[in-house]
């Protein structure tokens, strides 16, 4: 009967059967209240459904008034609701109006307890949390005026934010309890609340979308939260305009290095530099979230190929921090990482290793070693490593942070795959392809599911895969790929950004692999001319491209000038990387072998001793596996292509 009077609603019929049972009402006279109301007038049934709701809620707001404002908070929140959340001290002070005894946490658990008994929440100690039913949640609501709502929402909004973790988003172990908080964001209505500390949260909720990989998702929300702030502000309907200014700004910043991350670099360039000037005006050159914005400004700078801008930013931000913050403040140390990074990018591969050593072992002992930013602090000290042909240092090292990535972040986290990426690369300088490609293969397979084609590491990790394919004598398809990759870059970032000169130099080592020298020497030619105009003489990837263009001139017959090339190649390699270096030392091969087959002519003898090479094999094989590529290629007497592996502009 109590049944068929509510329709068979699971959540009304439990909630009927729970307060027969606690109050010990007859069951004709619960079905004389419920049925009190004529359902067949207009409105009556629903009014007949808010009776009877009406029944259950008064009988728990008269057994305890602190349970029933419980209710009133969670029904304004999402339906799964954790424990922990409800058991904090903040929502104690929520209830302490109610209910005094609640400053006692086993009495707060007391009153979770007067409303299970009631049915109209579900208890799961297994699960660590409750589920208040929609059905009943909008009961509750119904029940109050807009004013209620309104402050109820307010002491939602203030649970959850005083129930934020001490640790930033960046921290994984920060990760369960900012989860726990973020389901009730949205639907609290915390967009509107006044209170710094919850748009703080929200801003947190970016954050965390962005560490996580979720990008998209992190753009959609966040714009949302900034239209709504930006029309409060227009609106003139907050108290304190400038403190939501600032935290507007902060939130435009975050966002981004979400356009970054999506490989808009031109958006995220126009956003920082809109927002890095209004900062500065509001809060001045030397407040933190200037620094953070003037820090993400430079990044964007090294991704469009700006370099020299970049590392100048980098260095005046990294001052100001160290002087206001000093040494070992995360932000500073995070500073310090961007200056390696611009240097890097300059070609400036020795200050970067000695900053990124130090950054290291300061993030060891400041952040731990298994933090997200001690291991990428590792990795990129690994690049360093293999910059300075120290292939089997790196390779060991990256393998080390691979290990503690996949540990503590998961095999799918972007840190992971991008240190899984950095470790191929390492691998196959050190002359380990097969291991490399193996790798590659399954890293840029999970970031096209994950990230798609267009992000930034994936196109990183497709162009390192494109490079192992040559390694591994694949040459054909080696062109597929990089030609391929040359054209997303030339989309993205621009037909002369450095990116996009290292793909068309290693496209030209993987034409001269297949036999197409004429298209070898012109792409040679368009990224040696290029890396000229936008570096220098003296970077890296000018002295690679310049290399693959000398020897594609002499295999295509235009030997002018080829051994004044090199000669002047080996001289600035020495300057840059030192005699011993492989990269030098393969350059010297080339002109021991370019000199040999100039004087010998079109038939030239094979069992004859070549000039300067044998002590240029000895010296590699100091340095590298005996059966190395480029020492079995030089001992053929071939010439060297020189592949390239682009840094990591973030």
């Known amino acids: ?27 004709d006279d619960f079905l004389d209240q419920v049925e ?15 009776a009877t709701w009406d029944l259950f809620l008064d009988r728990l707001r008269e057994r305890s008034a602190g349970a029933y404002r419980l209710l009133e908070i969670c029904s304004v929140l999402a339906p799964e609701i954790a424990l922990e959340l409800v058991y904090s001290e903040q929502m104690a002070s929520s209830l302490a109006p109610f209910d005094p005894l609640v400053s006692d ?16 929440l579900k208890l799961d100690q297994h699960a660590k949390q409750i589920h208040v039913h929609r059905l009943v949640q909008a009961a509750v609501r119904r029940r109050m005026s807009a004013l209620v709502v309104e402050e109820i929402r307010h002491d939602a909004h203030l649970v959850l934010a005083r129930c934020r973790p001490n640790g930033e988003p960046d921290d994984p172990d920060s990760w369960p309890r900012f989860r726990m908080l973020w389901p009730h964001l949205e639907v609290s209505g915390a967009v509107s609340c006044p209170d710094e500390s919850v748009r703080q949260l929200l801003i947190d909720r970016v954050r965390y979308l962005r560490r996580r990989g979720d990008l998209k998702p992190g753009l959609e929300f966040g714009e949302r939260i900034a239209a709504a702030w930006q029309d409060q502000l227009d609106r003139g309907r907050v108290s304190d305009s400038a403190a939501l200014l600032r935290q507007l700004l902060h939130l435009r910043f975050n966002l981004a290095n979400i356009l970054r991350d999506l490989s808009n670099y031109r958006g995220a360039l126009k956003m920082d530099e809109q927002v890095l000037a209004e900062q500065r005006q509001l809060l001045g050159g030397e407040h933190s979230h200037t620094l953070m914005t003037a820090g993400s400004r430079a990044a964007d700078l090294r991704a469009l190929g700006d370099y020299a801008e970049a590392l100048r930013q980098d260095e005046a931000t990294y001052k100001s921090w160290l002087t206001d913050f000093g040494e070992d403040h995360p932000r500073t140390l995070m500073a310090a990482n961007n200056v390696a990074a611009s240097l890097r990018a300059v070609g400036d591969f020795r200050r970067a290793r000695a900053i990124d050593a130090d950054v290291a072992e300061r993030r060891r002992v400041v952040l731990g070693a298994d933090h997200p930013y001690s291991l990428h602090s590792q990795s990129c ?11 089997g240092q790196s390779v060991e090292l990256l393998q080390s942070v691979v290990a503690a990535a996949e540990e503590h972040l998961g095999h799918s ?3 992971t795959l991008q240190a899984r990426s950095n470790l191929a690369a390492s691998l196959r300088s050190a002359g380990r392809s097969g291991e490399a490609g193996q790798l590659l293969s399954e890293t840029y397979g999970t970031l096209l599911v994950r990230f798609g084609s267009d992000n930034p590491t994936t196109l990183a990790c497709r162009l390192n895969w494109a490079a192992n394919l040559l390694a591994e004598g694949e040459a054909r398809s080696s062109v597929e790929e990089l030609e391929a990759v040359s054209g997303a870059y030339e989309r993205s970032l621009g037909a002369d950004n450095p990116f996009t000169l290292v793909c068309i130099s290693n496209l030209s080592a ?33 002295l690679a491209a310049a290399t693959n263009r000398a020897i594609c001139r002499f295999e295509a017959g235009r030997t002018d000038g080829v051994l004044d090339e090199l000669r002047q190649l080996v001289t600035v390699m020495t300057d840059e990387f030192g005699e011993h270096h492989p990269d030098t030392l393969g350059c010297r091969g080339n002109l021991a072998v370019v000199s040999w087959r100039a004087a010998a002519g079109p038939d030239p003898d094979s069992t004859a001793p070549v000039a300067g090479l044998v002590e240029v094999l000895d010296a590699l094989r100091a340095r590298l596996d005996p059966s190395h590529p480029s020492i079995t290629t030089l001992q053929g007497r071939q010439l060297l292509s020189r592949v390239i592996y682009p840094h990591d502009p973030f």
């Open 1 to 27: 009967r109590v049944g068929r009077a509510l329709g068979d609603l699971p959540i009304a019929v439990a909630a009927a059967g729970a307060l027969l049972a606690e109050s010990g009402a007859d069951v």
């Open 36 to 50: 009190g109301r004529d359902p067949e007038r207009p409105g009556g049934a629903e009014r007949s459904w808010d």
């Open 105 to 120: 946490r086993m009495m707060r658990a007391k009153l979770v307890q007067e409303i299970n008994r009631l049915a109209l």
């Open 381 to 391: 000290l690994g690049r360093d490593l293999r910059e300075a042909g120290e292939y």
């Open 413 to 415: 986290a972007l840190e």
């Open 510 to 542: 993987a034409y001269r692999a297949s036999d197409r020298i004429m298209d070898a020497l012109e792409a040679s030619e368009r990224a040696t001319s290029g890396c000229r105009r936008r570096l220098t003489e003296r970077h890296p990837y000018y």
